[in-house]
């Protein structure tokens, strides 16, 4: 079913932000703080339609935007119970890349516009 990809895609919204495009995080720890608009957050445990949550690539691909975003794949944070920020502990030094999307409760993204990327480095104090 890929009704969630069209409901509310022309409105929802998410931005990074934290870190910045073009930062530089010092240490090997990276924090995220997201923000949406246009859609309500909400758990996706609580399955209902007109919701969304944060899903998390970091140097991963988003895949095709019309299809569930899969779980258990390396690089891929589910947000499933709404929240707003992530906190990797361990990202290599060197130069990355975060998408942040917006999702249903069954993971299937709002679209293209419900998207945002960051790309940083990371170096070791």
């Known amino acids: ?54 899903h998390l690539f970091l140097d ?12 258990g794949v390396t690089g891929i944070i589910h947000l499933g119970r709404a929240q707003t920020e992530f906190h990797w502990d361990s990202v290599a030094p060197g130069k990355h890349r975060i998408i942040a999307v917006l999702a249903d409760w069954q993971h299937v993204p709002l679209g293209s516009a419900a998207t945002d990327t960051v790309r940083f480095v990371v ?3």
């Open 1 to 54: 079913m890929l009704l969630g990809a069209c409901r509310g895609a022309s409105r929802a919204s998410v931005s990074i932000d934290s870190p910045a495009d073009g930062d530089t995080v010092r240490g090997l720890a990276v924090h995220v703080t997201l923000s949406a608009s246009g859609v309500e957050l909400a758990p996706a445990a609580e399955e209902r339609p007109g919701t969304a949550h944060h």
């Open 60 to 71: 991963v691909d988003t895949g095709p935007l019309d299809q569930k975003i899969p779980a």
């Open 123 to 125: 170096q070791p104090k």
